[in-house]
Nanobody
Framework: VQLQASGGGLVQAGGSLRLSCAAS????????MGWFRQAPGLEREVVAA????????YYANSVKGRFAISKDNAKNTVDLQMDSLTSEDTAVYYC???????????????????WGQGTQVTVSS
């Protein structure tokens, strides 16, 4: 599966952005989807993830209540709505797909097999 992330940009603190990841290839509904981010000098971290049918989600503590992930198996897309953004959310955001990810461990980045190219999110304070 190939992943194409979009929607990044420059936004002021307190603003919102919506990232979208479009998948090509077969079997999108068989994949757990996740959004990860990496800021300069820091390790990549999981932001949010959603189970194959969208019924189970995971959020990093730092984004709970501000971000929302959604998966549309009919459109082969996964979106990340980001609200109340802060400068600490500045990073390159990546979407990823995993066929081996289990629903009870959506944050296990090692189980994600396919990665998009990343989209830059910059939050100005």
């Amino acid at each position: 599966v190939q992943l194409q992330a979009s929607g990044g940009g420059l936004v002021q603190a307190g603003g919102s952005l919506r990232l979208s990841c479009a998948a090509s290839g077969r079997g999108f509904s068989n994949y757990v989807m996740g959004w990860f981010r990496q800021a300069p000098g820091l390790e990549r971290e999981v932001v949010a993830a959603v189970s194959r049918r969208g019924g189970n989600t995971y959020y990093a503590n730092s984004v709970k209540g501000r971000f929302a992930i959604s998966k549309d198996n009919a459109k082969n897309t996964v979106d990340l709505q980001m609200d109340s953004l802060t400068s600490e959310d500045t990073a390159v955001y990546y979407c990823a797909a995993g066929a081996r990810v289990i629903s009870s461990a959506l944050s296990d980045s090692s189980a994600y097999d396919y990665w998009g190219q990343g989209t830059q999110v910059t939050v100005s304070s």
